[in-house]
Structure formats: structure tokens, C-alpha cells
């Protein structure tokens, strides 16, 4: 069974440029989630999507946007880039996030870097 | 607000030898704990994880102990081997509702080492 894909691996933007990210999850699971980490702040809750909606939001400015489509694939999206928004984010999949069994799978992460 | 907190930065173990890793929580909210493994550059890898109504499990190498009255979980991995040497996360959720309803939240990690 193929992991959580996450693409791309790597990003280079410039300040104001926005950029999409994409997920997608272990085959069968309903639930992405989305986590940032950086080296001061640890890995922080971004949000997360369940059958196409959003289930919870992370604090974090309304320049950080998603959505999850009817495959479960999911998309995060970063306008208005700034130097802070550098970071792993990292996409977690759940079969659904209200079972018992809410071990959360991750991808390999999307490096950005913002110059 | 940090709500999972890892306070060792390090820990140092020898191969054979018993690592424990510690994680202590504030939120009662929080039902359902998991631990992580992680590499840099690459997504956490899931180890084991443990629900608020159980204070033990066990998965091979790895045990992980929940004390409710203390909010402290722990993971002991015996016996600790080389490529065992990681930064571990530990996670708490709450899968009953709340703000914290279907989120992670990370403790800061530990980063552990251990030596041939």
C-alpha cells in the first residue's frame, strides 16, 4: 500500500509569490491534515479535511488556505509568501478523524524556502 | 500555550541499554496519545501509540505508559539500538470534541542518541 505522497519535495519562492502544495493520502483514508514545522516553533496544526470539508482550523493568518477534493487528495495554499512562511509542512493522513484508531500517517514533507 | 512539552532536549543512552523518553501534557481534553520517530528532512514515522483508557502498551521494543492523575506519558524502548537515534515527538488529540478535536499537538521533541 503506497504511503502518503507529498509534492514537491523541495520550493524555492520569492517574497509575495504564493505557492500550492499538494497531498495525497493513503488509499483508503478520509482525513489530511496539515502541520508546519520550523525550528522555533516545533510542528504546528495548520488544519485539517474530512469528506471535502474543514474539520479544524490551526492560528495561523487566513494567507494559509486548503482544500480536499472528492479522491481525498488535498492542496494547501500560501499567498502572499514571507520570509517566515519558510518551514517542512508536512501532510498527515487518518482513515477519519474521529475514530479509535487516529494514528496519523505522514509524508515525506514539502521543503519551501522563501528568499 | 504549550500544552505538550517534552522537557529533555536530549537524551544520551548506550546501545542495550534503556532509553525513556518523557512527555508531559496540560490539557485534560486530551484522550488519545501517540509517539513519533523522525529524521530531518522527512515526515514522522509513526511508533505507538496509547488511548486515555489504558496506562500501558506495548509494541515489541517499544512500551508507552500513560499516568491520567499526572499527565505524563512515557516511552521506554529496550533494548536501545544505533539506528534507534532520532528526534522523538510525542502528540496528544482529543477525539471527544473541543478546539483540540482532531488535531495533533506536538510536544517540542527529544532528540535521542544512542551509542555502540
Known amino acids: 500500500k503506497a504511503g502518503v505522497t507529498q509534492t514537491p519535495r523541495y520550493l524555492i519562492k520569492t517574497r509575495g509569490q504564493q505557492v500550492t502544495l499538494s497531498c495525497s493520502p493513503i488509499?483508503?483514508?478520509?482525513?489530511v491534515s496539515w502541520y508546519q514545522q520550523t525550528p522555533g516553533q516545533g510542528l504546528q496544526f495548520l488544519f485539517e479535511?474530512?469528506?471535502?470539508?474543514?474539520?479544524n482550523k490551526g492560528n495561523f493568518p487566513g494567507r494559509f488556505s486548503g482544500r480536499q477534493f472528492s479522491n481525498s487528495r488535498s492542496e494547501m495554499n500560501v499567498s502572499t509568501l514571507e520570509l517566515g512562511d519558510s518551514a517542512l509542512y508536512l501532510c498527515?493522513?487518518?482513515?477519519?478523524?474521529?475514530?479509535?484508531?487516529?494514528?496519523?500517517?505522514f509524508g515525506q514533507g514539502t521543503r519551501l524556502t522563501v528568499v | 500555550d504549550q500544552q505538550v512539552k517534552q522537557n529533555s532536549p536530549s537524551l544520551s543512552v548506550q546501545e542495550g541499554r534503556i532509553s525513556i523518553l518523557n512527555c508531559d501534557y496540560t490539557?485534560?481534553?486530551?484522550?488519545?496519545f501517540l509517539w513519533y520517530k523522525k529524521y530531518p528532512a522527512e515526515g514522522p514515522t509513526f511508533l505507538i501509540s496509547?488511548?486515555?483508557?489504558?496506562d500501558k502498551n506495548e509494541d515489541g521494543r517499544f512500551t508507552v505508559f500513560l499516568n491520567k492523575s499526572a499527565k505524563h506519558l512515557s516511552l521506554h524502548i529496550v533494548p536501545s539500538q544505533p539506528g534507534d537515534s532520532a528526534v522523538y515527538f510525542c502528540?496528544?488529540?482529543?477525539?471527544?470534541?473541543?478546539?483540540?478535536?482532531?488535531?495533533?499537538?506536538f510536544g517540542q521533541g527529544t532528540i535521542l542518541t544512542v551509542h555502540p
Open positions: 488509499s483508503g483514508h478520509r482525513s
Open positions: 498527515a493522513s487518518r482513515i477519519r478523524p474521529a475514530s479509535m484508531n487516529t494514528e496519523a500517517f
Open positions: 479535511y474530512f469528506s471535502e470539508t474543514q474539520r
Open positions: 496509547i488511548s486515555s483508557i489504558k
Open positions: 490539557n485534560s481534553m486530551f484522550d488519545y
Open positions: 502528540a496528544a488529540s482529543a477525539l471527544a470534541g473541543g478546539t483540540s478535536y482532531g488535531k495533533l499537538t
